[in-house]
């Protein structure tokens, strides 16, 4: 059965930084992480494919840093500069990606999440 299992989330002072991991248990072609916070939809923020073309949502982009390790079937995400409102629980989440081209334009519908990782940022 595959497996996504997220580590690394924790509580830190407005302006600090995280990281996060993610392990699979398979490899995929798209893997990235989307985050939800109380009261709040999802919100997809990172995708990384098969190339290393990683795509950032606006809100993360230049604060967060995706990466992959592909022979390790690792996802990272270093969170710098972090603010309240980065305050969410989240979540690593994974496709094989055999049914959609753009991994970033098909966020969405990843076939694999993991159970979530909590990240508090207070001030």
């Known amino acids: 059965q595959e497996r996504l299992d997220e580590s690394g989330g924790g509580s830190v002072l407005v302006g600090g930084s995280l990281r996060l991991t993610c392990t699979a248990s398979?490899?995929?072609?798209?893997m990235g992480w989307f985050r939800q916070a109380p009261g709040k939809e999802r919100e997809f923020f990172a995708t990384v494919d098969d190339t290393g073309e990683i795509t950032y949502a606006k809100s993360v982009q230049g604060r967060f840093i995706a990466s992959k390790d592909k022979g390790k079937n690792t996802l990272y995400l270093q969170m710098n500069d972090l603010k309240t409102e980065d305050t969410a629980i989240y979540y690593c989440?994974?496709?094989?990606?055999?049914?959609?081209?753009?991994?970033?334009?098909?966020?969405?519908?990843?076939?694999?999440w993991g159970h979530g990782t909590q990240v508090t940022v207070s001030s």
């Open positions: 398979f490899y995929g072609r798209c």
């Open positions: 989440m994974a496709d094989v990606g055999n049914r959609f081209d753009g991994c970033w334009q098909s966020r969405t519908v990843f076939e694999y």
